[in-house]
Structures are given as C-alpha cells and as structure tokens.
C-alpha cells in the first residue's frame, strides 16, 4: 500500500487543437515524455463547459461532433505537481476553455506488464 | 488554487426516459439551466447495478444495448448540493435504479473559452 | 446520506485475457457474483502504462486496438477490500500491466429499480 498518490484529470473538447496537433494527443504524449506512470484518454457522449458554453451531444454516426475530451493521469501527488506546472502556460495559451482537478488516491496495485 | 469544490457523479442508463425525454439528457439539460459550471457524460462498455441487476455488454455493432451512461458535474460544493436538492425528486419519480456519490476535490485550473 | 462508501477503480487493457476469457469481463462477472452494489467499465480513447507502456490510440474505425478499459466498482469500503483480496492473485498472475486505486465518496443516493 503507498500513499501520496493523486489523479490529476484535465477536460478539454476533442478539436482543440494546438498548433497541427489534436491538444489531448499532445498532453497525453508530454505525460510520457515526463515519465507519467499512468494515462487513460476518454471521450464524452454530451456535456458543456469545456470550449463551448453550449451543451455538445453524440448521435452515433456523427463522429466529428465536437465532444468533451478528459485525460486522467495517476502518479505521485509532486509528480504531477510538477508536471501540470509544466503543462499549464500551454493550456491558459490555448485560449480554449480548460477544467483541472486533482484528488489523492489510494493506490492498491500498481503492476508493470512483463514482456 | 480554490478550495470547496466538488465532483457529483450520477449513474443511470442509456435507456431511462422522463417522459419523452432521455433521463441522461434531461439531467445534462437541467444542470445547464441551473448553471452548474463543466458538466460530461460517458458511456460505459459493460456494467450493472444502475436500472438493471443484469450485466449489460456493448460489443461494436449492438447500438441499442441498454449501457450505463454516468454524468459527472463539477463546481462548489453548495452549488451541487442545491442542484441535487432540485433533481433527486425527480431522480426518485422515475423508479429506475440510480447512483449518485459526491468527493472533493482541488481546482487546478478553471479557464472559460475565448469566443 | 451514508458514509464510509468508496470506489474501486481497475485499469486494465481491452486484450487482456484470463485463459479464454476477457480480464475485465471476468472482473465485471466476478464482481456480480460476490455482490457488488454498482460496477461500470469503460472504454478509453487512448493511454498508456496499463499492458503497453506505448501509447495506444484509438481512431474511430480501428475497433480491435488495444486500449485501456477501466473498471469502477461502488461499494462499502470494507467490501470492496475483501472483493480486492480475492482479486489480487489472479491479477498479479496475468503478468499483464495493472493499476487498482480507491478513494472515499460520499453516496446521496442508492436506489434499486422497480420491476
């Protein structure tokens, strides 16, 4: 059993963009440059207050609606301190609207995958 | 940094009406009325406990299945105590099966969109 | 209101197998069994750290990636201990990545549905 584990969770809409690149690959892929332990992406049906002040909705087929995007990142409370000091000029530079929470967990199992 | 926030996460399922009305879209729609700050909704791939005691499975193509749908909102906790005062009548009305659980957490960052 | 609630969250990967079985949907099944109040899964759009320490990522077609599925179980707190306990080994035996976290919630409402 460890302590001092957080979840940061970052909510951004699946076309904010910064520069050519897709913001939530881009955050997703600074994580792993950092040396995050751990990274999970999931995409919204509806929901508003992200970008749009406007309540976004997902029909099945209309798969370029613009819809939330939260990115959830466990790892050590001063690890992911330290990485959204890094990340947050970037998100306040974006001029798009942007939502992060953090809360401490308790981490029960933490395994790598063997080869 | 702000103190006093809270996540409220509601579960029901994809198939819970209010009336007419698709429960999830009508509880989105309210909290949009009330003006909870960030509201998202996802939809789970398999679960049970929430209208159904069965588990219920999305594999690719059944687009109907009954899924658990789970809407997560954020802002002051008093805030999302009065709004749930309002809902939970109406959450209690529809006699399907329901989950609603609260926890704190820490604002990092609460940025609206520039238009 | 009731206290002393909490949620269990099991990151796994979608390929992740028991013998002939998908590891989540033995998770899910092995939860019922043992009584579990509420259990939900979903599918992430993309992440690492789980199997893969490579980024995964899913594009809408390529529906047979390898991607993150978590699942979040509610329950007493002392439940959700003894169903982990029983878990554990099987998940230590898979040799695959894993993160198992829990936190506290506080429920507002826990309602079955009516038949």
Chains 1, 2, 3 share one sequence.
Not at 25 to 37: L, P
Not at 89 to 101: A, F, H, P, Q, R
Request: glycine share 8%; charged share 25%.
């Amino acid at each position: 059993m460890e302590s001092n584990y957080s979840v940061l969770k970052i909510f951004v809409s699946n076309t904010d963009k910064i520069g050519l690149e897709l913001l939530y690959e881009n955050i997703v892929q600074e994580a792993h440059k950092n040396g995050i332990s751990g990274v999970t992406a999931y995409r919204g049906i509806t929901g508003y207050g992200l970008s749009s002040n406007k309540i976004v909705t997902s029909k099945f087929w209309e798969i370029t609606d613009k819809l939330p995007v939260v990115i959830e990142m466990v790892d050590k409370t001063e690890v992911l301190n330290a990485f959204y000091a890094e990340i947050e000029e970037k998100l306040k530079s974006t001029g798009k609207g942007c939502l992060v929470y953090q809360q401490p967990i308790e981490i029960k199992l933490h395994q790598s995958g063997k080869k």
